[in-house]
Nanobody, 115 residues
């Protein structure tokens, strides 16, 4: 089993920045990738970014150049730095870990971008 706990969400003005973190515990060996999804009100959950076990990163087109995903293997954490935030980035952000064919999800953290 894998447990995920997100932190770092909150309220930020348009153009501002936030950093989300996800602490991973439990059976952490053989993790293929770690990443982030988000779900805005009335919309389906969508991919934001991911990072593989060898450090390869992928981003949704809508966040390229503004968001940066990183991982700290020593601390078993994955982070998402979000810059130049827009109101349309308002959503619940979920951490995800893919391990041995199974997706594990965190409980989500709310990000609200509003003036």
């Amino acid at each position: 089993q894998v447990q995920l706990v997100e932190s770092g969400g909150g309220l930020v003005q348009p153009g501002g920045s936030l950093r989300l973190s996800c602490a991973v515990s439990g059976s952490i060996f053989s993790i293929n990738f770690m990443g982030w999804y988000r779900q805005a009100p009335g919309k389906e959950r969508e991919f934001v970014a991911r990072i593989t076990d060898v450090g390869t990163t992928n981003y949704a087109d809508s966040v390229k150049g503004r968001f940066t995903i990183s991982r700290d293997n020593a601390k078993n954490t994955v982070s998402l730095r979000m810059n130049s935030l827009k109101p349309e980035n308002t959503a619940v952000y979920y951490c995800i870990v893919f391990r041995l064919g199974i997706n594990y999800w965190g409980q989500g953290t709310q990000v609200t971008v509003s003036s």
